[in-house]
């Protein structure tokens, strides 16, 4: 079935360990998000990439990386985890900006 | 600056009641239009959208919402609610061009007996 898979699907991590949240797509979208999910926030965007080769900022982006090496996969990176990023992360693709974002079943990460 | 408002946190009807979920949004020009539900564990799944032509617009589930140009609203509406239907509803905005869509903070549904 197509669709974004994400992994892992939950974790618990120390803080001050690297983190890296998979997400592969397999529409052959063009661009690419990442949000987090927190009670009473929404959803916010962390970082986004209208195609491969290009990334951008979303609203906080502070404390994560993210690459787009290829059509299909867009990791998110915590360089080193701080409990106020325990959250859940979702990772979605479009065919363009503007247009329905498809999303993954999300990943629930804690920092300890 | 632009923004989406879900003015409602939470909203609990019974079910076979109506439902109606406010969205309004702040921009220059017509934006197009997303309404998304998650149920608990989920991901976001689109319900309808709108992008032009008719401004009632038809969903999955027996959703339907409508977008008033006169008060940049977009509610979305559904005829009788199902216990099912309880999850959390999303209305997104986006533009052309290469800026991604803009997410209300959600509206939680609970749907009692």
């Known amino acids: 079935i197509a669709g974004i898979t994400q992994a892992p699907t939950s974790q618990i991590l120390a803080a001050g360990r690297r983190m890296t949240l998979r997400c592969t797509q397999d529409m052959r979208h063009n661009a690419m998000y990442w949000y987090r999910q927190d009670l009473g926030l929404g959803l916010r965007l962390i970082h986004y990439?209208?195609?491969?080769?290009?990334?951008g900022k979303g609203e906080v982006p502070d404390g994560y990386s993210v690459s787009r090496a290829n059509t299909d996969d867009f990791p998110l990176t915590l360089a080193s985890a701080v409990p106020s990023q325990t959250s859940v992360y979702f990772c979605?693709?479009?065919?363009?900006?503007?247009?329905?974002?498809?999303f993954g079943d999300g990943t629930r990460l804690s920092i300890l | 600056a632009q923004s989406v408002t879900q003015p409602d946190i939470h909203i609990t009807v019974s079910e076979g009641a109506s439902l109606e979920l406010r969205c309004n949004y702040s921009y220059g020009a017509t934006p197009y239009l997303f309404w998304y539900v998650q149920s608990p564990g989920q991901g976001l799944q689109l319900l309808l959208k709108?992008?032009?032509?008719?401004?009632l617009v038809q969903g999955i589930k027996g959703f339907e919402a409508e977008f008033k140009r006169s008060q940049s609203s977009f509610n979305l509406r559904k005829p009788s609610v199902h216990w099912s239907d309880a999850a959390e509803y999303f209305c997104a905005v986006g533009l052309s061009g290469n800026t991604p869509l803009v997410f209300g903070k959600g509206t939680r549904l609970s749907v009692i007996a």
């Open positions: 709108y992008f032009s032509g008719d401004t």
């Open positions: 990439s209208n195609t491969a080769g290009t990334t």
């Open positions: 979605a693709s479009s065919q363009g900006q503007g247009r329905p974002q498809h």
